[in-house]
């Protein structure tokens, strides 16, 4: 009886805490007290400001689209959907290549050879995809601004800095 009511016990404790944490934390983000989240471009991410620990902004900031004429949408737009349609066929490539050396690798007699000249393949894919994208990245700053420039140039190397999930 006594295992019984410890076990009856345990249950309503971690059913309470699975049942009041969501509702704690409505009621703390739905007061008054409490400015509303702003949400970052990717993924509804929250913002955070200078204060919160967020970044300071620059003189620059990475909203460097933001400034673009006319002119320039239309270039930088076809530039994207020129970048697309020559790394999408990369792109299919290399999930091709990796199914296809996944099956060589789970066979029960491994061809090492041919393994490792898949990967070359897949490899010498990324680097054609990499090459594509960096081209981009030259000819984007091609029809910018150098105020523009600079804070692309920001953009580019702060993603280059991030680590890659």
Partial sequence: MKIRTTFILIVFTLSSFIFAHPALADK??????????????????????????????????DDWHDTLSDHQKLEVDKMHITLMKESAPIKA???????????????????????????????DLKRQK????????????????????LSYDMMIIGRAMKPKK
């Fill in 93 to 123: 490539m290399i999930k091709l290549k990796k199914a296809e050396l996944a099956i060589l690798a789970t066979q029960d007699a491994a061809d090492l050879k041919a393994i490792d000249q898949k990967i070359n393949e897949i490899l």
């Fill in 28 to 61: 703390k983000h739905s007061g008054s007290n409490h400015p509303p989240i702003q949400h970052g471009k990717k993924h509804g991410t929250p913002k955070k400001t200078h204060k919160e620990g967020g970044h300071k902004k620059h003189l620059f900031s």
């Fill in 130 to 149: 990499i090459q594509k994208r960096f081209h981009h990245i030259a000819e984007m700053r091609g029809i910018l601004s150098p105020e523009q420039r």
